[in-house]
C-alpha cells in the first residue's frame, strides 16, 4: 500500500517525556537512510514492514511448522521455532499463524487521519508545558506524506517536534520547517571519512542542512543532538571539532547523548548481528 494518505509507523509511544517538551506522544516512522552502527531502532532502518521473531514468546507449539521444509521454519532442542530469515517466504503466513505474536510483523500503514485521531487522544495532557506529538524513526522525512501530517497536524493546534538525522531532502526539510515548533538535528561527526564508516553517508550533507535550515529559520527552536559512540566521536578532538562548528550557530543548544545498547536484542529479533558487539564487549572490561 502506497498512496497520498498514508504513513508507514511501527510504534507510537505514548506519554514522553524526552522528545520536545512537556508530555508527548511519538510516532516511529520507518526507513532511514543512515546504517549507524551504534543504532538503537534497527527496525525503523528498513521502509517497509518486516518479520520480527521474538523468542521468547514462542511457546513451541510448531503451528508455524505448517510452513517448516519450504519457508525456512525450523525447531531447536528446546522446541522453539528457527527462523532462517533470508528464506522468509512465507513470513506473512506464519504471523497469521502464531497464537502468542512471537512471529509478527514491524511495521504497518496507516492514515494520515487515524494517525491524528491516535495523537489527539491526549490532547488534554498536552496542554500543559507545551506538550504534542514528536515524529521520530527513522528518518521521519523519508516519507513525503510526513509534511502532509505536520501541516495539518499545526491546523488541529498542536505542538510539533521532529527527530531527523539530517541526512534528508533539502525542499522537504525546510517546507517541514514551517510547521515544526521544535527540531532535533543530529550531527554526529563533522569528519566526513569516519561519518561514512559509521553511518554509511557523509556528514558534509547533514552539516549543509543543518545550515541552509538555520539561515531559512532565524530564531527556530533547534536542538542539535550527538551521540557520543566510544571509538567514534568520543574523544575531546572530535567533540571539539563539532562544538567549532557548531559555533557559526549561536542560536542552536547542543545536547550530547549518552551510549547505551538498549536496542541490542532487536537485532537477533530481525535476525541481524549488532555491529558493535566486539566494542561492547571492550567497552564492558
Not at 511495521?107 to 521520530?136: C, H, K, M, P
Request: charged residues 30%; glycine residues 8%; proline residues 4%.
Amino acid at each position: 500500500m502506497a498512496d497520498t494518505d498514508h504513513l508507514r509507523i511501527f510504534n507510537v509511544q505514548k506519554y514522553s517525556l524526552h522528545d520536545g517538551s512537556g508530555i508527548r506522544t511519538v510516532v516511529f516512522l520507518k526507513g532511514c537512510p543512515l546504517r549507524c552502527k551504534w543504532c538503537s531502532n534497527p527496525e525503523s532502518q528498513q521502509e517497509e514492514p518486516e518479520l520480527i521473531y521474538r523468542r521468547a514468546k514462542c511457546i513451541g507449539c510448531e503451528k508455524c511448522g505448517l510452513c517448516k521444509g519450504k519457508s525456512g521454519i525450523s525447531f531447536d532442542a528446546e522446541g522453539k521455532a528457527r527462523v532462517e530469515f533470508d528464506a522468509a517466504e512465507e513470513k506473512l503466513e506464519w504471523t497469521k499463524i502464531c497464537p502468542t505474536e512471537a512471529l509478527s510483523i514491524e511495521g504497518r500503514y496507516i492514515s494520515i487521519a487515524d494517525l491524528l485521531e491516535i495523537v489527539e487522544r491526549d490532547s488534554f495532557f498536552y496542554r500543559s508545558g507545551n506538550g504534542g506529538v514528536t515524529v521520530s524513526g527513522g528518518e521521519p522525512l523519508m516519507q513525503e506524506n510526513t509534511v502532509k501530517f505536520l501541516k495539518i497536524a499545526k491546523e488541529h493546534y498542536l505542538n510539533t517536534a521532529i527527530e531527523t538525522c539530517g541526512a534528508v531532502n533539502r525542499e522537504r526539510l525546510l517546507t517541514a520547517a514551517q510547521y515544526l515548533d521544535q527540531i532535533f538535528f543530529d550531527i554526529k561527526s563533522v569528519d566526513d571519512g569516519k561519518h561514512r564508516l559509521y553511518t554509511g553517508v557523509t556528514s558534509k550533507p547533514i552539516r549543509e542542512n543543518l545550515k541552509a535550515l538555520y539561515e531559512a529559520y532565524p530564531g527556530k527552536n533547534i536542538t542539535v543532538r550527538t551521540p557520543v559512540i566510544p571509538g567514534f566521536n568520543d574523544t575531546e578532538r572530535e567533540l571539539r571539532a563539532i562544538e567549532k562548528f557548531l559555533s557559526e550557530f549561536p542560536d542552536i543548544k547542543w545536547e550530547k547523548m549518552k551510549y547505551h545498547t538498549y536496542g541490542v536484542g532487536k537485532y537477533e529479533m530481525l535476525g541481524r548481528s549488532y555491529p558493535l558487539a566486539n566494542m561492547e564487549l571492550r567497552a564492558a572490561e
